[in-house]
T-cell receptor
Framework: DAGITQSPRYKITETGRQVTLMCHQTWSHSYMFWYRQDLGHGLRLIYYSAAADITDKGEVPDGYVVSRSKTENFPLTLESATRSQTSVYFC?????????FGQGTRLTVV | RKEVEQDPGPFNVPEGATVAFNCTYSNSASQSFFWYRQDCRKEPKLLMSVYSSGNEDGRFTAQLNRASQYISLLIRDSKLSDSATYLCVVISFNDYKLSFGAGTTVTVRA
């Protein structure tokens, strides 16, 4: 089915481990985004991308790495997970105006 | 100062009531404006775009005031199903990222 999917939906990891959150969209939208959502902060932009091999830092990029070798994929990597990175992570894609979101990944760092 | 600010609420209203709330944005180069709806930490979904002349979609009315740099959302004849968090979203003319407000929580009670 067409859409945007995130995996895993739930993840528990230990402090210091590397973890990668996957995001895949089937529309070939140019723009893709990663947000994290925490109580009291709303959605905060981590990284975004205009096309394959073009990425930009958002509001809270520290501790995260992204890549976009293919238009349809935009993985987010936590290089060395910290408890402060416990959050709900949303991936989104956009072509014109409306943005479509994945169902989110609930990440807990213990 | 945050790029997009919203009154967090919560707005607790009875069924049938009218509820309205605003969102202010700081970047005068902001070009496109939207209201998204988010239920229970699920993924945000587009509710409606906001046009310069104002626009309606059923019981929902959105207004844009460029001079004062705010947008508004009004919900008439509130339904229980309108209970959600409403997110204000802004796209700047010179950028392609979506900037989110922290959200306004609306609870409609029977």
């Amino acid at each position: 089915d067409a859409g945007i999917t995130q995996s895993p939906r739930y993840k528990i990891t230990e402090t210091g481990r590397q973890v990668t959150l996957m995001c895949h969209q089937t529309w070939s939208h140019s723009y893709m985004f990663w947000y994290r959502q925490d109580l009291g902060h709303g959605l905060r932009l981590i990284y975004y991308s205009a096309a394959a091999d073009i990425t930009d830092k958002g509001e809270v990029p520290d501790g995260y790495v992204v890549s976009r070798s293919k238009t349809e994929n935009f993985p987010l990597t936590l290089e060395s997970a910290t408890r402060s990175q416990t959050s709900v992570y949303f991936c989104a894609s956009r072509q014109n105006t409306e943005a479509f979101f994945g169902q989110g990944t609930r990440l807990t760092v213990v | 100062r945050k790029e997009v600010e919203q009154d967090p609420g919560p707005f607790n209203v009875p069924e049938g009531a009218t509820v309205a709330f605003n969102c202010t944005y700081s970047n005068s180069a902001s070009q496109s404006f939207f209201w998204y709806r988010q239920d229970c930490r699920k993924e945000p979904k587009l509710l409606m775009s906001v046009y310069s002349s104002g626009n309606e979609d059923g019981r929902f009315t959105a207004q844009l005031n460029r001079a004062s740099q705010y947008i508004s959302l009004l919900i008439r004849d509130s339904k229980l199903s309108d209970s959600a968090t409403y997110l204000c979203v802004v796209i700047s003319f010179n950028d392609y990222k979506l900037s989110f407000g922290a959200g306004t929580t609306v609870t409609v009670r029977a």
